[in-house]
């Protein structure tokens, strides 16, 4: 089966600039995390759906970020402005029960 | 607020040398998975238990899930170079949906 597609791959910014992230899920995968990881550090849960509905998006800075999941299949994360501290690998994986399934990931540098 | 430790954070041995990772929290989880991360790609699962005191073994690694299901452990006998990477366990809580909490992770790194 085909893995969880990212892309960008690598994304370099200035600070206050926005930037979109993409992800498409292997097929017929119902669960859809976006997770950030800054260098050195575990995944953080950043959001979390089932289908195209959000169930937990508790640790997701709303006031800069957003996400959506259209038709419960592809995703997109934004962030709108950037900071500093966004610079990470912001990763995505899906899964129909457990385990997850992730993509490689997109590397932000926010300059 | 759940939360997994890891220990140790960092870990530098020589080929041949046998090593222990922990996995430790104040919470109780329905199954505890540990993940391999290499440098530029995403975590890949290792094994998933989730019965209290369970052992998995796979060729050299052994997972053991606590008995009161609130830590495991992963020993690597017999290191190698393709098992540097970072170990990642992460904790299943079987809410209204299923969560899954990372913990920060072991970065190993076995020297030839």
């Known amino acids: 089966e085909a893995g969880v597609a990212q892309s960008p791959r690598y994304k370099i910014i200035e600070k206050r600039q926005s930037v979109a992230f993409w992800c498409n899920p292997i097929?017929?995968?119902?669960?859809l995390y976006w997770y950030q990881q800054i260098l050195g550090q575990g995944p953080k849960l950043l959001i979390q759906?089932?289908?195209?509905?959000?169930?937990?998006d508790s640790q997701l800075p709303k006031d800069r970020f957003s996400a959506e999941r259209l038709k419960g299949v592809d995703s997109t994360l934004k962030i709108q402005p950037a900071k500093l501290e966004d610079s990470a690998v912001y990763l995505c994986?899906?899964?129909?029960?457990?385990?997850?399934?992730f993509g490689n990931g997109t590397r932000l540098t926010v300059t | 607020t759940q939360l997994l430790e890891q220990s140790p954070q960092f870990l530098s041995i020589q080929e041949g040398e046998n090593l222990t990772v922990y996995c430790n929290s104040s919470?109780?989880?329905?199954?505890l998975q540990w993940y391999r991360q290499e440098p530029g790609e995403g975590p890949v699962l290792l094994v998933t238990?989730?019965?209290?005191?369970e052992v998995k073994k796979l060729k050299r690694l052994t997972f053991q899930f606590g008995d009161a299901r609130k830590d495991s452990s992963l020993h690597i006998t017999a290191a190698q170079p393709g098992d540097t990477g970072l170990y990642l366990c992460?904790?299943?809580?079987?809410?209204?949906?299923?969560?899954?909490?990372f913990g920060p992770g072991t970065s190993l790194s076995v020297i030839p």
């Open positions: 992460a904790g299943g809580m079987k809410t209204s949906y299923d969560k899954v909490i």
């Open positions: 097929s017929g995968h119902a669960t």
């Open positions: 759906f089932q289908n195209n509905g959000v169930v937990d």
């Open positions: 919470s109780v989880f329905s199954s």
């Open positions: 238990v989730v019965t209290g005191g």
């Open positions: 994986a899906s899964s129909s029960a457990r385990p997850l399934h």
